[in-house]
């Protein structure tokens, strides 16, 4: 392997394993974001991963995609501490835009604990 492959592989092992750092569950944080893929054709399908921590108060998920022209949103009940560790949204045929996926985790008071964000572009 010459230096320049050799310099590249390093590099990229290196973003990666900073990409795994930034983005390991956080106890403070209890819910987490991904989505794939992060830029797509339309009509885009994306697939939203959000994994939220299992605590007793947990009582909804609520994902959604917008743009300045495009609005879609889902809802997941959640059983407290028994819910699914990771919970799978499917968002078909998205039009083009720039998108904000925002996943929220409400809790049994009806407040809003935590909100996790990504940006997908859709061209």
């Known amino acids: 392997m010459d230096f320049r492959k050799a310099l590249a592989l390093a590099s990229i092992i290196l973003v990666s394993s900073l990409a795994t750092t930034a983005s390991a569950d956080d106890p403070e944080r209890p819910l987490h974001v991904r989505v794939s893929p992060a830029m797509a054709h339309a009509p885009a399908d994306l697939y939203i991963y959000v994994s939220v921590a299992r605590r007793p108060d947990n009582r909804l998920l609520r994902v959604s995609a917008e743009s300045d022209d495009f609005f879609r949103s889902s809802e997941t009940q959640l059983d407290g501490d028994h819910s699914a560790r990771v919970t799978v949204v499917r968002f078909r045929e998205l039009p083009p835009g720039d998108y904000e996926v925002r996943a929220e985790l409400i809790v049994s008071t009806g ?13």
Do not use: I, L, N
């Open 111 to 123: 407040r809003t604990v935590d909100t996790a964000k990504r940006s997908v572009a859709v061209f």
